[in-house]
């Protein structure tokens, strides 16, 4: 009899289920590119509460969208844009002003250091830069010290251990071997510095495929896979598709009707049209339209 | 005879200064929303820094793209790069020298060259939460030339002192940098008015020169603290025809450039 290796292919609603109300989660991918949306839009239909998002180290309207829908306490990331959408993004923006969500104010360089301390099992990376900020006044996190070998000044900046990184790239094989196309961003430290990681791809590939080209492979031994064709939508997807300029101004427009006059309106209408109604990710590419979906080809 | 530009505009003005301050040997990274930087670093690459090596992005390592686009950190723009940089690895040799040039624009900016990206007002009950300060904060701290750039020169950008430390320029002036232990720092600020340096030993911004049609007066009107003010005040080193060639028909036919003047309006 021959035993056959145990595949961790799961759907979107099994991963969203792993997330429960007061975790600490980490959102890979890059401001306009590679987010794991099919996974945090089902986050959001279950109504999770509580959580401490660990984002990319420049997080963008995935981010924004789930503060908006009342999930985020607490968020750690250095940067909260949209590039040319808007400078800043909207919900986030209201959600501080309002007092409603904490920020772990951080720059990159910090952020990667409390993942590497987290992944190297210490419970702080001594850093040199930001040294001269405001940072470590209004972060009680970070403190400054004096380097026992110098006596120069340093920061500590402390472990973030997310319970799970939740990432999205391009390929994976049935067992957990993941191969991003492009740089892959700073997944790898999520990856890193997580307990326990789900990788949403857009194809599942045969383990042979990724044995003709180890050197693509990017993360092994996650503990599950998404399948989820156009899972980044509206965001990019290198080597699969562009970002959806037009769904991310409808969002924009959405979210920044309520962070500039209050009126929560079009921001609860989105969430309608797009998150709670459609059951299923297929279900809300429907709604999307194939028309759309197919005219965002990459080149 | 190297023949000048008759005609340019403001934009134009600042990508070409900018340019000019890339030397062939640099390593110079991008951020978001960085249309003139990027511009600049293409433009220097193609006439007196052909060795320049533009980190785009901060990923795409001497990309070669297409003309600019409407974003400065799409996956595009690091077409046919030699290497891909993963971030978390660019922060653990960014010591080494490498990467030794990075440009800054931030919402405040003040008379040493602080600047602020984060909050304004006070950080615990912010008027305004801004999007944060992404690399700047560790870059500054980190012994590189630092040029700052903005396209909205008013008294509500350049403040007498950040509300927020962002990132280090020359904190509190004289020596205060250094004796942190910080090297290098803010070399030059290029706004939509007039071209900045800091004084040596103050360390205080000094007026350098300034753009064709505006005076001294109007500079320091729109500026939120007393700068330092030579006798004599050149009018910024003109364009030549090749530079606003190049910048028009190869590197951003598009006008890209010109949305940092529109984004920047529609900040708040």
């Given at each position: ?9 799961i759907?979107?609603r099994?991963a969203?289920s792993?997330?429960r ?6 959102i890979?991918?890059?401001?306009n590119?590679s987010?794991p ?23 963008g ?12 306490r ?44 987290a992944?190297?099992g210490?419970?702080f990376t001594?850093?040199?830069?930001g ?8 972060n ?17 900046i ?43 791809v857009e ?11 180890p ?21 990019a997807a ?25 009126d ?31 005219a965002?080809?990459?080149? | ?11 134009e ?14 390593i ?30 901060a990923?795409g390592?001497?990309a ?26 660019m922060?653990?040799?960014v ?35 801004l ?57 030059l ?55 606003i ?24």
């Amino acid at each position: 009899m021959v035993l056959e290796r145990k595949s961790l292919v799961i759907d979107e609603r099994d991963a969203a289920s792993w997330i429960r109300d007061g975790m600490t989660i980490a959102i890979g991918g890059f401001i306009n590119s590679s987010h794991p949306m099919a996974i945090v839009r089902q986050i959001i239909r279950r109504g999770v509460k509580g959580l401490t998002v660990v984002g990319p180290a420049s997080g963008g309207l995935d981010l924004d969208l789930l503060i908006g829908a009342g999930c985020v306490r607490k968020l750690v990331t250095a940067y909260m844009g949209g590039e040319h959408y808007c400078p800043v993004a909207p919900m986030f923006r209201a959600a501080v002003e309002r007092g409603e969500l904490e920020v772990w104010e951080c720059d990159e360089g910090m952020y990667y250091c409390a993942l590497r301390a987290a992944a190297q099992g210490l419970p702080f990376t001594p850093w040199k830069a930001g040294i001269g900020t405001s940072f470590p006044e209004i972060n009680p996190d970070i403190k400054v010290f004096n380097d026992p070998i110098t006596g120069e000044p340093l920061l500590a900046i402390p472990a973030i251990k997310p319970d799970i990184a939740i990432i999205y790239a391009a390929h994976a094989d049935p067992y957990g071997n993941v191969q991003h196309i492009g740089t892959g961003f700073g997944d790898r430290a999520l990856w890193r510095a997580a307990d326990r990681t789900i990788v949403q791809v857009e194809r599942i590939i045969p383990n042979e495929e990724v044995r003709k080209n180890p050197l693509a492979t990017s993360l092994y031994g996650v503990d599950a896979i998404v399948r989820a064709p156009y899972g980044s939508h509206p965001f990019a997807a290198p080597g699969y598709y562009i970002e959806d300029a037009e769904h991310l101004r409808e969002y924009v427009a959405a979210a920044t009707t309520y962070a500039k006059y209050g009126d929560r309106g079009p921001f609860e209408a989105y969430l309608r049209k797009y998150v709670l109604e459609p059951e299923t990710h297929a279900d809300y590419l429907q709604v999307i339209g194939i028309k759309r979906l197919i005219a965002l080809h990459e080149y | 005879m190297v023949a000048i530009a008759r005609e340019y505009t403001i934009d134009e003005l600042m990508v070409v200064t900018l340019a000019r301050q890339f030397r062939s040997e640099d390593i110079v990274l991008n951020g978001t929303v960085s249309f003139i930087p990027v511009a600049a670093i293409l433009l220097a690459r193609a006439t007196h820094a052909p060795g320049l090596t533009w980190v785009a992005g901060a990923v795409g390592v001497d990309a070669q793209p297409e003309p600019l686009i409407g974003n400065t950190l799409d996956p595009t723009m690091w077409k046919r790069c030699v290497m891909y940089l993963p971030q978390e690895h660019m922060w653990s040799y960014v010591h080494r020298g490498v990467l030794e040039t990075f440009c800054i624009r931030g919402a405040q900016i003040d008379q040493y060259g602080n600047i602020n990206n984060t909050v304004i007002g006070d950080y615990a009950r912010p008027k305004v939460r801004l999007p944060g300060s992404a690399g700047m904060g560790d870059m500054g701290s980190l012994d590189k030339r630092i040029f700052i750039w903005t396209t909205t020169h008013t008294p509500r950008t350049f403040v007498e002192r950040v509300d927020f430390r962002s990132c280090a320029g020359y904190l509190d002036g004289g020596d205060s940098r250094e004796r942190l232990g910080l090297k290098n720092g803010p070399q030059l600020v290029i706004t939509n008015l007039c071209v900045m340096d800091f004084e040596p030993q103050s360390k205080r911004m000094r007026l350098k020169s300034v753009h064709p049609g505006v005076t001294v007066e109007e500079v320091q009107a729109q500026t939120g603290f007393p700068l330092i003010i030579p006798k004599e005040i050149p009018r910024t080193e003109p364009p030549t025809v090749e530079e606003i060639c190049l910048l028009r028909e190869v590197i951003d036919p598009h006008g890209m450039r010109r949305r940092e003047f529109r984004s920047a309006s529609g900040r708040e």
